[in-house]
Structure formats: C-alpha cells, structure tokens
C-alpha cells in the first residue's frame, strides 16, 4: 500500500475515533450530571424532612403519630422532584442526540472529504473534472463547518441546560425558605406559642400538615409543572433550529456542487 493510501486510511480512522470518544466523553458527563442532581434530591429530601420533624417537635407532638402523614407529604414531595429530573434528563439526552447525529454527519462529511483530497491526489484528468473536483471540495469544507456550528449550539445549549436546572432546583424545592419559627419573634410571642403549643399542639400540628398539603405542595406541583412547559418549548424551538440548520446545509452543498 502506498504511503498516501496509509495516511488516508489513518486520517479516517482518526476522525472515528474522535467522534466516537467524544460520544464516550459527554455520556460520562450525562452520567455525572445525573449524579450531581440525585445528590441535591437527597440534599432536599433530609431537608424536607428535619423540617417536618422540627415542626412536630415545635407543636409538641410525638413524631411517630405522624408518621403516615409525613410519609404522604414526602412521597408527593419525591414525585415532583422526580418529574423535574426526568425532564431535564429528557432534555440533556434530546440536545445530545441533535449533537451525535450532527456529529456523525459531520463524519462522514470529513470522510467524503478525504475521498475527494485522495482523487485530487490521484487525478489526471481533465481541467473539467478539476474544476469539479475542486467545486466538490469547497462545498464539502463549508459543510463540515456548518455541522461544527449545530454541534457547538448544542454544547452551549447543554451546558445552560446543567446551570438552569441546577438554579431552578434550589428555587423550586426550598426548605430553607419555609419559616418555621414565624411566631417566635417576641417574648410574648415566644410564651403565648407555648401555651398554644401545650394546649392546642394537636390541631395546630393537624393544621400544620392540611395547609402544607393544600398550599406548598400544591404550588409545588403547579409551579414544577410550569417549569417543565418552559423547558420543553425550548426545547421545541431547539430541535426546530436544527432541523431547519440541518436542512440548509443539504441545499447549500447541493447548489455549491452545481454551481
């Protein structure tokens, strides 16, 4: 095999290789992305829960009587913030495929080029089919490049993805924010809670639970769900982008190639 038969057989496999470890290298992202949200689900969930505790503590209550309500108020609280995660999972995983197919006909368009390089290589024919070649040649780099422009979008689209999704975690499931002390302000205020603690804890803490129930949760929900409908309509107008991009790049070859 000749020497130019090697490198272009060498080139090829290179750019595989590269495509295929790229894939390998923002998996093992997705897979650490996944991971550092599963960790803020676990960060909530203890959260979530010394809250309720602390509450019933506050009311005076013994902790186990409550158990099955704290359960109900947890499990709706894990099922949102699942919804949340898939969603953004759903996400990372739709850019990512828009990206590897962009990648992959980005392959092949660095393959056909080597081709078309090896002819020029290997070419003594007409001044016709040099300029053919060369036309091929001109339109081929300038796809390769625009597929490295839907591929460069979908790195910046992932990674405002991993910031957003991050930030409206910590806004969406606050603990933090609950004010479980509002009526420890005064000393007054201090004594008369006790009071009402010691002699009304029971339904204080039965009307604790109804209204984090009716209120929290349920604008938890409503804004969760908000927060999905946001996501996916960009998500829409991500892919619509691409498909349009997509669609440009075939019509400007083609023209460029029969020009």
Sequence with gaps: MESKDLLYEGLVNNTKTLHELEKDIYMVE???????L???????????DNYLKNHIKL??????????????????YKFEINRFLQAYSDFYIHVFKLMADASNEQKYTITHLLNVKNSVLEMNDTVK?????????????????NYTIIIEECRARIKWLIEKSQNDFEQLFSIADLDIE????TFSSKIKTLFSNLFFGKNNCKKFIYEFNTNYLKKLKSNTKKNIIELFIVLDGVQKQVKIANAQI??????????
């Design 30 to 36: 997705l897979a650490i992305y996944k991971k550092s």
């Design 250 to 259: 075939v019509k400007k070859y083609n023209e460029k190639v029969a020009m």
């Design 129 to 145: 089919d040099g300029e053919e070649i060369r036309k091929e040649l001109i339109a081929t780099a300038e796809k390769k490049l």
């Design 38 to 48: 599963d960790s803020l689900k676990e960060k909530k969930c203890d959260e979530l």
């Design 59 to 76: 009311f005076k209550q013994n902790e186990s009587n409550y158990d099955k309500e704290m359960d109900v108020i947890k499990e709706k």
């Design 182 to 185: 509002k009526y420890d302000k």
